[in-house]
């Protein structure tokens, strides 16, 4: 069981809907992370939040836009995707100021724009 | 900067032989080093984990050790089974980079026949 939950695990939308994903943690982690992967690649940093605060933003587009509003959620809020963001999309998180440190994933939610 | 550079996959396997998937790194500090473990519809496991020179990490039968005259982390099992099947990560974080950044090797996807 993993100690990452997101929801929903699986997302088909089309290239005018606006939807979220949801990530929750309740390991006291005060660092969070959004990741999209390909199938057979490995996972690409999107954004990371340390503290509730975005600390990195991996010049993602601005049809992403996440949100980070207690140190156990993070969010990604999806606008006018387009056919080549269909992706697993990953939530992680991990101790701020335990530096190397592993980070703890969740499942992912399978995103299909159609 | 860094990086890490993995064994090219696919690699199949008989049920009980050797596995060895090869990873090395570079980095411009100390860092750490870790094994992940990615099955199908699902995310990313730990496997196991070395934060320092020398030091081997081990988890369900899989070793690695962190040999920095070699910069290599390279990932060892006596015998796989077919549950072993899945796709494995090499990824290194660099205790100095913001926010605990992960390095993600290629993966090697690993089939394990009976």
């Known amino acids: 069981d993993t100690e990452v939950t997101q929801t929903p695990k699986h997302l088909v939308m089309g290239m005018t809907n606006k939807k979220s994903l949801k990530c929750e943690q309740h390991m006291g982690h005060r660092a969070m992370y959004w990741y999209k992967q390909k199938a057979k690649k490995p996972p690409e940093l999107m954004f990371v939040?340390?503290?509730?605060?975005?600390?990195i933003n991996e010049s993602v587009p601005s049809r992403f836009s996440p949100e980070c509003p207690n140190s156990s959620l993070l969010n990604l809020h999806l606008h006018a995707l387009q056919p080549e963001d269909s992706a697993l999309y990953l939530c992680?998180?991990?101790?701020?100021?335990?530096?190397?440190?592993?980070?703890?994933f969740g499942d992912g939610t399978r995103l299909s724009i159609l | 900067g860094n990086s890490v550079t993995q064994m090219e996959g696919p690699v199949t396997l008989s049920e009980e032989a050797f596995l060895t998937i090869n990873c090395t790194y570079t980095a411009t500090g100390y860092p750490s080093l870790f094994w992940y473990v990615q099955y199908p519809g699902e995310g990313l496991q730990l496997l196991l984990k070395a934060t320092k020179a020398d030091d081997k990490g081990s988890n369900k039968g899989f070793e690695a050790t962190y040999r920095k005259e070699t910069t290599s982390f390279h990932l060892e099992k006596g015998s796989v089974q077919v549950s072993d099947s899945a796709v494995y990560f090499c990824?290194?974080?660099?205790?100095?980079?913001?926010?605990?950044?992960?390095?993600f090797g290629t993966g090697t996807s690993l089939t394990v026949i009976p």
């Open positions: 990824a290194l974080s660099d205790p100095i980079d913001t926010g605990n950044q992960f390095y």
């Open positions: 939040y340390s503290y509730e605060k975005l600390s």
């Open positions: 992680a998180s991990s101790q701020e100021g335990q530096k190397g440190g592993p980070q703890h």
